[in-house]
């Protein structure tokens, strides 16, 4: 039951600039100037730029992409919907694109989960007119501050009260808006806590937040309860969930359908296999990346939040 509160970038790009960190801090809000290096302060300053594509899927529905996590937008008579809000920098360029499909008005936001590439919109989105609903997990790590390691290495503040979802839910919770149901449901810790999967039911449509990544190596967030074995319990959860028929939009890259939602599963599978035999040996991760357990994979897959060496440390800690 939902509870009310109280009043595509590439990893090379990421790194390339990294160290602009005047330039990050002139382009990130307030609240999250602090740190600007690296590849978090990367992600602001290249969003910023990033070219959003608008694309239509089925019925009332279309996805932006581009400018962090896929966006999907739902219109209707009862103004727009939209699942996650990218990077706060790409805000003019995402507003822009709002705009391309419709002068209809925006009412609604859902986050997939907590992480500032989905979540960084949601202060100007609830200015704008959006009241926010999430995973109650979402609620709580936005609302204070979050510590995420890996090669983030970023301390994020307390979201501004504009940007706390108003309304979470724990399980599952559905929503009856535009002609359309939309179902929600919390995974079991996957990516991180807080991820959640959206379903319209008549398009026949599924977002899945970053528990499928098409043809990229995910990042798990162990500080917020990621993990790759829930990772690949999300993508058997997801392939689960669809037909052939189904259009499933991925957290990052291209819109994809249950094919892809297998391939990443088998990838996840067989990286994770080897590099646990490999630790069962007693390989220190050094060794471990020498050994390339992805190499069939890796120059395709590591290019975007992670390079092949980084995922492989990821699953090592994991397993």
Not at 140 to 162: C, D, I, M
Not at 271 to 281: D, F, G, M, S, W
Request: hydrophobic share 40%.
């Amino acid at each position: 039951m939902a509870t009310e509160a109280s009043p595509d970038i590439s990893r090379r790009q990421f790194l390339a600039t990294g160290g602009l960190t005047v330039a990050a801090a002139c382009l990130a809000p307030g609240h999250l100037v602090a740190q600007t290096g690296g590849l978090v302060g990367g992600a602001f300053k290249e969003a910023a730029t990033a070219k959003v594509t608008v694309q239509n899927l089925r019925r009332n529905i279309t996805v932006l992409l581009g400018a962090g996590g896929n966006i999907a937008v739902l219109t209707g008579p009862d103004g727009k919907l939209l699942i996650d809000a990218a990077i706060i920098t790409a805000h003019p360029n995402v507003s822009k694109a709002l705009a391309s499909i419709n002068a209809d008005p925006i009412k609604q936001l859902i986050n997939t989960h907590w992480h500032f590439d989905h979540t960084g919109g949601n202060e100007w989105l609830h200015e704008a007119g959006a009241s926010i609903l999430a995973h109650e997990n979402t609620r709580k790590h936005l609302s204070r501050p979050t510590r995420v390691e890996g090669n983030w290495q970023y301390t994020f503040p307390a979201a501004p009260a504009g940007a706390i979802p108003s309304t979470v839910f724990k399980d599952d919770h559905t929503l009856h808006i535009n002609n359309t149901t939309v179902t929600l449901k919390h995974y079991s810790p996957a990516h991180t806590d807080s991820d959640i999967s959206v379903y319209f039911t008549e398009a026949d449509i599924l977002h899945t937040g970053d528990t499928f990544w098409n043809r990229d190596y995910p990042f798990i967030d162990y500080g917020t309860g990621g993990s790759i074995d829930g990772h690949i319990r999300a993508a058997e959860a997801n392939i689960a969930k669809v037909t052939e028929k189904t259009i499933v939009i991925p957290g990052h890259g291209a819109v994809g359908g249950k094919a892809d939602l297998v391939l990443f599963r088998d990838v996840l599978v067989d990286i994770r296999n080897k590099v646990a035999a490999l630790k069962k040996q007693g390989k220190p991760l050094p060794e471990v990346i020498a050994a390339k357990p992805g190499a069939r994979y890796d120059a395709e897959w590591g290019n975007l939040f992670q390079n092949p060496a980084d995922f492989v440390a990821l699953v090592y800690q994991g397993v």
